[in-house]
């Protein structure tokens, strides 16, 4: 679940629509995406979310806001979740949930945590976990898009079995010389792994910003510590605070 301060004026003026779910991705052991279809979508910039509501035969509900993953040139939506151990959302969203199911969705929500390629570059982008989710809706929309817009995408995951969208991102950096995807694993590496090994610090950030040119438009997503460390990191390296943009995780019962 996310942790965002929501514009309640504009919060009440949304509606609940039915999502239906079409088809389910195993992303890795613990994340699934659901691919929706949802009558009347109004269609969204990369980086907003959505609140997710959950019905239960004697009428209880649960609310979790979650990150769009799919580009706004789709016509469907997507989203990852994450299974949160004794969470009341996340459980059924990726164990118990079938194609034809359906469930309540509003949306989008937010505007600060949004890029387009109207917007511009070029990009730096740091995801831990599943806090590539709204990264990768962007990246999405810039393939789309076939932007040129320099884009380094610095991603870490506690194992190589964690990384989420792992093949896509790959794909995506073989085929574009102009974006720059790099991996750093926490707790586990493979066998010949030429990857990070430890937490993003300041030294991977000053590493790997080298290779994106002055004045980036930074985007960090993902636990809460991790976003307050890069984010700090990154002003003592001399990027300009009005450019770095943060979302981060809290603790949930998701």
Known sequence: MLEIEIDTSTHKRLIWRVAEVAKIIDETPTVKSLVLGVPG?????PGQHVDVRLTAEDGYQAQRSYSVASEPETARLMLTVELIEGGEVSPYLTSDIR???KFGLRGPIGGYFVWTVAIGGPLFLVAGGSGIVPLMSMLRHREAAKSTTPAVL??????????IYREELDQMAARDEGLRVVYTLTRRQPSGWTGGARRIDRSMLASVGA???ARPKIFICGPTMLVESAAQSLLELGYERNLIKTERFGPTGA
């Open 41 to 45: 979508w109004p269609g969204h910039r």
């Open 99 to 101: 194609s034809g199911d």
């Open 154 to 163: 610095l991603y870490s995951s506690r194992t190589f079995e964690d990384i």
């Open 211 to 213: 290779s994106v040119t």
